[in-house]
């Protein structure tokens, strides 16, 4: 079955510093991978996708994630955090069973000092 | 862009009472599914359904939970007795042919008291 491991339950960083997520996953199928934020009592919003293409992604507010097959992870970067870019973050993968659910991580809180 | 809608944005109920979710998936679409998220935890699959049968569904799924395809635009999560560990966040989310890649709604938060 598919899982998702997120590394980490809490991440702080500076801002402007590098804001790096840690995703790894496990599927018995190429997997289609997922990266979303959700802010306090919202929704969920897609940051970015891979989808069988292009390993390196980019999403949404300057986010991006490379998919290595190799070390099966699919690790969410910024270059330079943002008071705003605070909130979770959640790490998903499809594509296994008749249903084609969507599992997710347990999710990573961000938080970006002053 | 077409989007999948969720009524009611929140709903109260008293534990014991029925509930109805409401979504409108994306209308081209032919897969749903509806997720849940307890407060401060991770979304967790309920049920995927297409050609108007549950193709999946999840251990929480239990027999307190019902969904329906009641015409050709709606979606439906029926909870027959809530009980308090039902208050959440409930996601719809649709897909089309590709199947991979669902489209979530906004959610409508749910509170049993």
């Known amino acids: 079955a598919q899982s998702v491991t997120q590394l980490g339950s809490h991440v702080s960083v500076s801002e402007g510093a590098l804001v790096l997520l840690r995703c790894n996953y496990s599927?018995?199928?190429?997997?289609?991978l997922f990266w979303y934020v959700q802010y306090p009592n919202q929704g969920l919003q897609l940051l970015l996708k891979y989808t069988s293409a292009a390993t390196l992604v980019k999403g949404i507010n300057g986010f991006e994630a490379e998919f290595k097959k190799s070390e099966t992870s699919f690790h969410l970067t910024k270059p330079s955090a943002h008071m705003s870019d605070a909130a979770e973050y959640f790490c998903?993968?499809?594509?296994?069973?008749?249903?084609?659910?969507?599992?997710f991580g347990a999710g990573t809180r961000l938080f970006v000092k002053a | 862009e077409p989007e999948v809608t969720q009524t009611p944005s929140h709903q109260v109920t008293q534990m014991g009472q029925e509930v109805i979710l409401r979504c409108v998936p994306i209308s081209n679409h032919l897969y749903f599914y509806w997720y849940r998220q307890i407060l401060g935890q991770k979304v967790e699959f309920l049920v995927s359904f297409y050609n108007n049968e549950i193709s999946e569904k999840s251990e929480i799924f239990d027999d307190q939970f019902s969904v329906e395809r009641p015409d050709g635009s709606n979606f439906t999560l029926k909870i027959r007795s809530t009980k308090l560990e039902d208050s959440a966040m409930y996601f719809c989310?649709?897909?089309?042919?590709?199947?991979?890649?669902?489209?979530f709604g906004p959610g409508t938060r749910l509170t049993v008291l």
């Open positions: 599927s018995s199928v190429p997997p289609y």
């Open positions: 989310a649709s897909s089309g042919q590709g199947r991979r890649e669902q489209f």
């Open positions: 998903a993968v499809s594509g296994e069973g008749g249903g084609f659910k969507t599992i």
